[in-house]
């Protein structure tokens, strides 16, 4: 099922989601210290964290699923942001540096397409950083959040889906530590729960967060996920004329005027 657009920036507008992008858009920016020149693309609802890229990158897109809904964003200029199917984007193969997914593999109906869809518009040598709600964790169990909406991952499914799609995890991390209440002194205290816990890898985490690049080949006795494609059709009637229904060619009788 997927999220409302509305409830979405409604989250990211309040103090819980102003911690929560906070806490994970310094994860992610760690990972792209170096974005200077690079095209930048966020799937599902990254404009919260795509605000940080916009300067040095060469583009930065924000791609949101049409069941969702989309806003416009950046709040002044030209919109960069467009409703598309996730499974089928309007982009040319190889096409973007940096991809981030946030709020959409664990809303998807077809998470194992979008990976698929993702790894085709992925140069090689590019990164995509994927957000996906921990199944261990207190955020996905309560629906007051986004995290708590869709299909969590432990980290073993998380990195089956990966393989199976032909990427290479790099970083494993994991972020939100802090409880999904607004109470200001959890809120306050908040780094320091991150810090704590990542220092002594602590289960509990609200989020994944993991990094990968797309692999080139498949690796010997990998299954390869494909997309399915649709057999061949043979015409189901045949010709109508004249000579329909013969088992040989039909000799038409001469008829005499």
Do not use: N
Not at 71 to 92: D, I, Q
Not at 179 to 199: K, N
Not at 222 to 230: D, H, I, M, T
């Amino acid at each position: 099922m997927s999220l409302d657009v509305v409830d979405l920036r409604g989250f990211y507008a309040s103090p819980l989601g102003e911690v929560a992008r906070r806490l994970v858009g310094r994860m992610v920016r760690a990972r792209w210290d170096d974005y200077s020149g690079l095209r930048v693309l966020g799937i599902g609802y990254a404009t919260p964290y795509l605000v940080d890229f916009q300067e040095q990158a060469q583009r930065a897109l924000a791609f949101m699923p049409a069941a969702q809904g989309v806003v416009h964003w950046p709040l002044s200029g030209r919109s960069a942001a467009a409703l598309v199917e996730t499974t089928m984007m309007p982009l040319a193969d190889a096409s973007v540096d940096r991809i981030l997914a946030i709020h959409a593999l664990e809303t998807g109906e077809h998470p194992r397409d979008l990976l698929e869809e993702i790894w085709r518009i992925l140069a090689p040598g590019g990164r995509v950083i994927v957000v996906v709600p921990s199944r261990s964790g207190l955020w996905a169990r309560l629906d007051t959040t986004p995290f708590g909406h869709g299909h969590p991952y432990s980290r073993a499914q998380l990195q089956h889906l990966l393989q199976e799609t032909l990427f290479l995890p790099v970083f494993w991390g994991e972020a939100l530590y802090v409880p999904p209440f607004a109470r200001s002194f959890l809120l306050r205290s908040a780094p320091a729960f991150e810090r704590v816990a990542g220092r002594f890898s602590l289960p509990g985490a609200g989020v994944h967060v993991v990094e990968a690049t797309k692999q080139l080949y498949r690796p010997t006795g990998l299954r390869r996920a494909v997309r399915r494609a649709f057999p061949r059709l043979e015409p189901a009637l045949g010709t109508v004329g004249a000579g329909a229904g013969c088992a040989s060619p039909c000799k038409l009788a001469k008829i005499d005027p």
